[in-house]
């Protein structure tokens, strides 16, 4: 009975060794997240899929931002002059932004590492005077990154 017991003890740990950790999201261009941050541009160039969902005007959605204390992490000598910013990338680890910020970069944009209060180093692809932009900013890059959000100083 004993050896029965760890057989299945054993197959259980090989079972569970087996599966694989790795993430299955998908790495995908994306058009028009060369904004330069401050750009004024209302709406990105974006490529509409075939099934598209009603838009709604920016008098019908209310905002949703994240007001914090932030500013611009060593390095960075960008003014913040305008009151939304688009955030990509959230790390404890400074070295950790500055890659992302290389990496979009390196792809035409001109992204900024802010830090807040608590240490957070965050990556802001690009800033807009209205949130209405802000928004069409996520929108246009939400398969790539599906959990950006928007930071207004606080």
Known sequence: MKKIIQLV???AIVALAGTS????????EITGANVVVGSTTTSPTVTTPAV?????????????????????????ANSMNYKYH???????????AKNLKATLNNEGNQALVVVNEQGMFRVLIASFDTYAEARAKINAIKERFPDSWVLVQK
Request: glycine share 4%; charged share 30%; proline share 6%.
């Open 9 to 11: 003890l054993a197959l």
């Open 21 to 28: 950790c790795k993430s299955k999201q998908k790495v995908a």
């Open 52 to 76: 598209s969902q009603p838009e709604s005007t920016p008098t019908n959605e209310p905002e949703v931002t994240r007001n914090e204390k932030f500013s611009l992490s060593d390095g960075d």
């Open 86 to 96: 688009v955030v990509v990338g959230s790390f404890k680890n400074q070295d950790n």
